[in-house]
């Protein structure tokens, strides 16, 4: 059993700044890349960030300049520091873990996702 637990959304004002956090727990060997998504009502699950084990990073064009991906592998934590933030970010955030190796085989892991409000 493995699971994604994030933390750190919340409320904040334009031009403004939250960090948000994803920890995997359970009998895990390792983890490949893992990945930040969000959805907006009403709009389709978009990537935002993705990092690998070695610590390349990937974002979207929409928030390349204001979002930074890092992760803890020792901790097996990924965290998206996001600075700037504007209205149109308000989504509910997911944080993907799509190669996690365990003792039964590889597993695809989402988190329960986590609420950020940005408002005007």
């Known amino acids: 059993q493995v699971q994604l637990v994030e933390s750190g959304g919340g409320l904040v004002q334009a031009g403004g700044s939250l960090r948000l956090s994803c920890a995997a727990s359970?009998?895990?060997?390792?983890?490949?890349?893992m990945v930040w998504y969000r959805q907006a009502p009403g709009k389709q699950r978009e990537l935002v960030a993705a990092?690998?084990?070695?610590?390349?990073?990937n974002y979207a064009d929409s928030v390349k300049g204001r979002f930074t991906v890092s992760r803890d592998n020792a901790k097996n934590t990924v965290y998206l520091q996001m600075n700037s933030l504007k209205p149109e970010d308000t989504a509910v955030y997911y944080c993907?873990?799509?190669?996690?190796?365990?003792?039964?085989?590889?597993?695809?892991?989402w988190g329960q996702g986590t609420q950020v409000t940005v408002s005007s």
């Open positions: 359970g009998s895990i060997f390792s983890i490949n890349a």
């Open positions: 993907n873990a799509p190669d996690v190796r365990l003792i039964a085989g590889w597993r695809n892991v």
């Open positions: 990092i690998t084990s070695g610590g390349s990073t």
